[in-house]
């Protein structure tokens, strides 16, 4: 093949953000001629260059032009390098996600082979210059080149295919073990892509032997040039120094490599409990690939992306990462025009307990403003205080913050006893016993100090806004401002707006969010918003199977298939027996049957159960004989389908509600509120999408949530 | 204890090495057009310290780059952010000088008596223009009493116009001596290209052009090897009908950036920092601003007088080429001709270029190397012309000389016995 036959697929997107290939030629000391090929979308450095179809090509025609160069002798090296801050950022998601048969996307893939297979076939010494992001594709480009430069101001290098829902199956599967060993690079592409994503700065993929030399960014290409010069020219001691450092990287065995895959399998189970097939796919080719020739590899590699393409799994994680986590949590749906905000100077956080501390500390860091916490004794008071400057100096310890950023933060805080230490604020918060009575009080105090444009917000997790609002003088100010736990780790914020809030008070509740870099949703006031009335109808399924006789660990692992952080019963020992008892008979209260009040769950708390399950010392975990003593059972189990299934229609049924209701404005804040507030997996798409697949939103309400899809 | 010591001493100052970019032309078809010049500077003083691996970063005591136009890429104090840039500990500080096209030459100056004075130990001066970035002139507002009361002829804001007063004054200057002068100077650049003279002293400078890519560039762009006395005679004279300066015969607009280390001769031999020059004296002086070309004549007067030597005891002269003109006043006064093979050996700024605030060292750097090739001399002189009617001279002693003043031990300077130039 060559890559004009790949002409039919690029001609499919004559809208792609084309990253040309220009090759400029470089004469380097001692005479050789380098080609240097920039990889540039001609774009300022907002919009990051990626591998579209027709990029490919071009990069493809381009290399075949130097290999005819190299082999009339005009040229003696080739090197790959790219515009400010990005080798290439990697595949073009939107192209990829949006090819619809299994045909195209396999054209996709052995596009991506024969275009990196030229670079790495060159007859002269081909070089990539890592000089920024190198993600995917863009780094499996750098590791098909035969050597590497990388720029210790580079950043975001990774291969995180097996987070998006592909392999890295450009060759990154084959040559990174080969390169970096089996152990480091099943770290790279299993642990970092499935922990958030995580990614190596330019010195860390130097460390590990992703790249031969290390360059500082000042003058990165013109050090990566000279060192260039010196192995093409046969520097004896720079070839040497290359040699001996790989072999020292790629110091491994057979066991190791097995070993490698082995622990990489146990990581992904407890990670994912392999609810998606990319990661094991990968580590698949891996375990099999072990002798494999590159060509053989290639082969299998395009067959798995083939086939990883056509996924539901792929699709949504495109969706959840494109649609949501890009576009859509940047733009949320609803909210006012950011120019009606109103300037935030001074915080107020009524309460100084555990809530309120980390409410105090995320507000003070992220915007550098005075809080003041306040409570009905002077030992509360210095309690929240302490904690917030125990907080602050934790950070500082772990080189988070530095010395004068932690005295500035905590001189940021401080405590009052009385509600006078608000008369100044611009925004004042509750984090106060979850009561309608006691919330309501709060607020009267409140607005008795503060000014008439002083927004109140509440943190509530279940109580209504509007009721809150009701007895105000200025009920227009009131807005709810739902954050998660940990506050300081979970990107979602609720916004609840009451029929009164006003757009000001809304507006300037967006722009907050975003200064505190959290991800707002809008949402009306009903009873739990999103996040939880979905995770407890969810909850209150699994509850009534187990209450009806279904056996503990059946019920508890019926989900697995869905891969959920956590199991209902974990979620419910982290949040708290009584605080979910709590909600779902709000949630009862206001819905009726289809929110399960867990009889069982009650006596529990009656007994001070905390948990459910006892984690024995094998790591195993059961449930302790005195606890099943405590509780009474149905005769109707149900097997782990029947309950997964139960459960899929339960949601479906919710979800269905919640947009009937209005409660947001489409099934994507769903999604993206699943997935920033719950930790739903992305390739669920948060969870709609899902529904959809399996089914549960035609049987259940008759139509799917994303007719087009 | 008084606050002012009694035996403080001055320190001989010497030349420890100098670089510079690759000078490219202003404008959209320059090497540059799209490099910033902080970013050009920076380049150098990294090259530096390469080059001088003995050095430890922390030891230097300031960083003076001079820059004409001292806003945008070349503003916000472009010493210190140069620094910063560079990766010097933040330790180091640094500042902007400006003095027009002697503003790298002022900066050495400036430096080197603060070095003389013991205020410092080792320095970084240099200078750069980007004068695509910034066209000469750009931003300023002349006070409107220069032209009230006939303190400046306005046409002496023009360069090309100076030059041409300085064609009516010395009317034995003609168009044919200027062209040909301009040509030799071609000539001479060539050459020393062809011995590898140049190129030891450039830093390679990547560089990227909107739908072109990176490109490495490791020689000037403005050199016209091949240039005839003939051509230039065709060329049009822009700034007077029927005139003289041509853009053959004069310095272009361009890009690049210089940079310098100087040292106490105490701390070179500390640190085993090789000396390529030992500063021995150096003026400025104003002239009439409408013949601005004019003035390193009066600088140079006064630098040789201070070192209490004779231009016949100059060995080798750096004058910086803004006009042939300028250079050819200079040499008439001195009585010497314009092919004397003391006067710029590698071609000058007619052919290279003349990056205004860059170009001081840049004569310098080209010194030490020919004092490297010929041990013979021992006195060179660096001068130029300066905008608004000034010059400015640098003489310096070749550490190669047989009767190289610091010779017969370094014990000299560290016993602060100053030499007889510094009298």
Redesign the interface.
């Known amino acids: 093949m060559s890559t004009a036959d790949f002409q039919s697929l690029a001609r499919r997107f004559p809208d792609e953000t084309i990253t040309?290939s220009?090759?400029?030629d470089?004469?380097?000391?001692g005479g050789a001629t380098l080609a240097?090929?920039?990889l540039?979308n001609?774009l300022d450095h907002s919009k990051p260059t990626t591998l579209g179809p027709n990029t490919l090509m071009e990069l493809g025609l381009a290399l075949e032009g130097l290999r005819e160069r190299a082999g009339r002798g005009e040229i003696d090296a080739v090197a790959v390098?790219g515009?400010?801050y990005y080798l290439v950022a990697g595949a073009d998601l939107s192209a990829v996600g949006s090819l619809q048969d299994a045909e195209s996307g396999r054209l996709m893939a052995q596009l991506g082979h024969e275009v990196y297979g030229l670079l790495n076939g060159l007859d002269v010494p081909t070089f990539a210059f890592i000089n920024g992001a190198a993600m995917g594709g863009g780094l499996e480009i750098a590791l098909a080149a035969h050597y590497r430069t990388v720029s210790t101001g580079a950043n975001g290098i990774s291969l995180p295919e097996a987070f998006l829902g592909l392999v890295p199956g450009w060759g990154g599967v084959y040559r990174l073990p080969r390169l970096i060993g089996p152990a480091n690079a099943v770290k790279v592409m299993i642990e970092n892509a499935l922990s958030n994503n995580k990614m190596l700065n330019g010195s860390a993929a130097f460390e590990l032997g992703i790249a031969d030399a290390l360059f500082?960014p000042?003058?990165f290409?013109?050090q990566s040039?000279?060192w260039a010069a010196k192995i093409i020219s046969g520097d004896a001691q720079a070839l040497q120094t290359v040699k001996e450092r790989r072999a020292d990287k790629a110091n491994y065995d057979d066991a190791d490599w097995d070993t490698a895959v082995a622990r990489g399998r146990i990581f992904v189970e407890a990670k994912t409990s392999n609810a998606a097939p990319a990661p094991g796919k990968l580590l698949d080719l891996l375990e099999q690939g072990r002798d494999w020739t590159q060509q053989e590899s290639a082969a299998a590699e395009v067959e798995a992306l083939t086939e990883l393409m056509q996924t539901p799994h792929f699709r949504n994680t495109v969706y959840a990462f494109l649609d949501l986590i890009q576009r859509r949590s940047k733009r949320p749906a609803g909210a006012p025009d950011k120019k009606l905000a109103r300037p935030v100077t001074k915080v107020g956080i009524v309460g100084a307990g555990l809530m309120a501390g980390q409410l105090a500390l995320l507000f003070a860091r992220q915007l550098k403003v005075p809080v003041v916490l306040t409570d009905i004794d002077q030992a509360r008071v210095d309690k929240g205080v302490a904690y917030v400057h125990a907080e602050v100096d934790k950070l500082q310890a772990r080189r988070r913050l530095s010395a004068d950023a932690a005295n500035r933060t905590k001189a940021l805080v401080t405590g009052s006893v009385s509600k006078d230490a608000f008369a100044d604020a611009d925004f004042v918060i509750e984090a106060v016993f979850e009561e309608l009575t006691v919330k309501k009080q709060v607020f009267a105090e409140v607005e008795a100090v503060v000014s008439p444009d002083c927004i109140l917000a509440t943190n509530t997790s279940s109580l209504s806004v509007t009721e809150m609002a009701a007895d105000l003088q200025h009920p227009e100010r009131l807005v709810g401002f739902h954050f998660f736990n940990p506050v300081a780790l979970m990107p979602l914020l609720e916004i609840v707006r009451a029929p009164k809030t006003d757009e000001a008070v809304l507006a300037t509740a967006f722009a907050l969010a975003k200064d505190l870099k959290k991800t707002a949703v809008l949402v009306q006031d009903a009873a739990a918003f999103v996040v939880n009335r979905v995770l407890l109808r969810l909850m209150g399924e699994v509850s009534r199977a187990f209450d009806n006789g279904t056996d503990a660990r059946t019920a508890d692992e019926a989900l697995r298939p869905m891969g959920l952080p956590m199991t209902p019963f974990t979620l419910l020992a982290m949040v708290g027996v009584p605080v979910a008892q709590h909600v779902q008979e709000s949630l009862h209260a206001a819905f009726g049957e289809r929110f399960h009040v867990s009889a069982n769950q009650q006596r529990l708390i009656d007994a001070g159960k905390t948990s459910l399950w006892e984690t024995a010392e094998d790591g195993g975990k059961h449930i302790p004989q005195e606890t099943l003593d405590l509780l009474q059972f149905g005769n109707s189990p149900v097997t782990g389908e029947e309950l997964l299934r139960a459960t899929q229609d339960a949601l479906a049924e919710e979800i269905g509600l919640m947009l009937e209701e209005g409660v947001v404005a489409g099934p994507e804040d769903i999604d993206l509120c699943m997935i920033t507030g719950a930790g739903w997996p992305m390739h669920l798409g948060g969870i709609t999408p899902y529904l959809d697949q399996v089914g549960a939103a035609e049987r259940v309400n008759g139509r799917k949530f994303h007719p087009g899809r | 204890m008084s606050a002012t010591n009694p035996a403080r001493h001055l320190r001989e100052v010497v030349f420890v090495d100098g670089v510079r970019t690759p000078f490219g032309k202003a404008g959209e078809k320059g090497i540059y057009s799209d490099t910033r010049a902080d970013d050009l500077v920076v380049k150098c003083i990294r090259e530096l310290l390469r080059r001088n691996p003995s050095l430890p970063a922390a030891r230097i005591d300031d960083v003076a780059i001079a820059a004409t136009t001292q806003t945008g890429d070349q503003g916000l104090t472009i010493g210190r952010t140069a620094a910063l840039l560079a990766g010097l500990p933040k330790s180091v500080p640094g500042f902007a000088i400006d003095r027009m096209c002697a503003g790298a030459m002022t900066a050495v100056t400036t430096t080197a008596s603060g070095i003389a004075f013991g205020a410092y130990d080792v320095v970084i001066a240099g200078g750069v223009e980007h004068m695509g970035n910034h066209p000469m002139g750009q931003g300023a507002d002349p006070n409107p009493r220069f032209l009230s009361e006939r303190l400046v002829d306005p046409a002496a804001l023009n360069m090309g116009n100076t030059a041409e007063n300085l064609h009516d004054r010395f009317p034995a200057i003609t168009k044919e001596r200027s062209d040909s002068y301009a040509a030799a100077s071609q000539r001479k650049l060539a050459d020393a290209y062809a011995g590898n003279r140049i190129q030891p002293d450039l830093v390679p400078v990547a560089a990227k052009k909107p739908g072109q890519g990176w490109g490495l560039h490791t020689a000037d762009q403005p050199p016209r090897p091949e240039t005839t006395v003939e051509e230039l005679a065709g060329l049009r004279t822009p700034f007077r009908a029927h005139g003289r300066v041509t853009a053959g015969n004069a310095a272009g607009l361009n890009d690049g950036a210089t940079a310098a280390l100087l040292a106490s001769a105490e701390t070179a031999a500390e640190l085993e920092l090789p000396v390529r020059m030992r500063l021995v004296s150096f003026a400025f002086a104003g002239v009439e601003p409408e013949v601005m070309g004019i003035g390193p004549v009066p600088a140079t007067e006064k630098a040789l007088k201070q070192a209490g030597l004779d231009i016949a005891d100059i060995g080798l002269f750096e004058i910086n080429e803004a006009f042939a003109v300028q250079v050819l006043s200079f040499l008439d006064h001195f009585g010497i001709v314009e092919d004397d093979e003391r006067v710029n050996r590698y071609g000058g700024a007619i052919a290279v270029g003349h990056p205004l605030a860059s170009s001081g060292v840049r004569l310098m750097t080209q010194l030490a190397r020919q004092f490297e090739e010929d041990p013979t001399v021992r006195y060179g002189l660096t001068t130029m012309c300066i905008g608004l009617g000034m010059g400015a001279a640098v003489i310096w002693e070749n550490p190669h000389h047989q009767d190289y003043s610091l010779r017969s031990s370094t014990a000299a300077a560290v016993a602060g016995t100053a030499g007889k130039d510094l009298a």
């Open positions: 040309h220009y090759v400029r470089v004469h380097l000391p240097l090929l920039t540039d001609d390098t515009k400010p500082e000042a003058d290409l013109e040039l000279a």
